[in-house]
């Protein structure tokens, strides 16, 4: 079972990236998908969820960032548009079974990826 995180990058404040989360040995079909993000010297925090029909996310990304998936290529995507500094964090994405309400725990989710660095310069 392995998760493969590419897409990150350097980008300058207003840009944008794509985020992509790709799975080998499972399928994410009826598995909640979600992103989270590890900003340097602070402890990681949610950023994005995909179950079922229904997606999440935390505050300070909503109407910035959209996740979606594609379920015939097993890839979740997270697109990143309006970037700022404060986005500067390793990415990763992470795989479960989780109730909606538990989302945003990253201690839940089984199955995670290797991280993606994303660094956007003021």
């Known amino acids: 079972v392995q998760l493969q995180a590419s897409g990150g990058g350097l980008v300058q404040a207003g840009g944008y990236l794509r985020l992509s989360c790709a799975a080998s040995?499972?399928?994410?079909?009826?598995?909640?998908v979600g992103w989270f993000r590890q900003p340097p010297g602070k402890e990681r925090e949610f950023v994005a969820a995909?179950?079922?029909?229904?997606?999440y996310y935390a505050d300070s990304v909503k109407g910035r960032f959209t996740i979606s998936r594609d379920n015939a290529k097993n890839t979740v995507y997270l697109q990143m548009n309006s970037l700022k500094p404060e986005d500067t964090a390793v990415y990763y994405c992470?795989?479960?079974?989780?109730?909606?309400?538990?989302?945003?725990?990253?201690?839940?989710?089984?199955?995670w990826g290797q991280g993606t660095q994303v660094t956007v310069s003021s």
């Open positions: 992470g795989s479960g079974f989780l109730i909606t309400t538990s989302v945003a725990r990253w201690e839940l989710y089984n199955n």
């Open positions: 040995g499972l399928t994410f079909s009826g598995r909640t």
């Open positions: 995909v179950k079922t029909g229904s997606t």
